[in-house]
């Protein structure tokens, strides 16, 4: 007798918790456990739906990944120094990356160059036109001039 009362009140500790976690409001052990049923599969409705949006997502994540474009095909480093009226015009053209505009211009001070006017795209690759004025009369040549500038590139 004192087991089949301890068992009823086991069992009804647990319909309690049964209710309390699926918000029933009924007493009776197969409304509750209906309830609790019906809470499942309400959470099994969720977790699909919430799998769906994910594989959508992930999809379209990877529709609007961009292909890479590759850079036109280009000398590894394109150097032109040309002698002009007030200076020397130097054109650089190579692969972007790395602080190699900043080389460049470091290769200009030493060599006693100022840089009176530049255009710099660094869109695809990078691309350099500058005219540059030597500080003082000194003899230089377009040779050494292209020659510090690749060394420079090709230390980056």
Request: aromatic share 2%.
């Amino acid at each position: 007798m004192v087991v089949r009362l301890e068992r009823r009140a086991a069992m009804h500790d647990k319909r309690h918790h049964l209710r309390t976690l699926t918000c029933s409001k009924s007493v009776k052990r197969k409304n509750v456990t209906m309830d609790d049923l019906l809470c499942i599969y309400k959470l099994k409705l969720k977790l699909e739906a919430v799998k769906r949006e994910l594989s959508n997502l992930i999809a379209i994540k990877r529709e609007l990944q961009l292909p890479k474009v590759s850079s036109p095909s280009l000398p590894p480093c394109g150097v032109e120094v040309e002698k002009g009226e007030k200076g020397f015009l130097v054109r650089v053209i190579c692969e972007k990356g790395g602080d190699k505009l900043v080389s460049i211009l470091e290769v200009f001070e030493e060599m006693g160059l100022t840089v009176s006017h530049a255009r710099v795209s660094c869109n695809l690759y990078l691309s350099m036109e500058a005219i540059v004025v030597a500080e003082e009369e000194c003899a230089l040549h377009v040779k050494s001039i292209a020659q510090a500038i690749t060394k420079a590139i090709e230390r980056q």
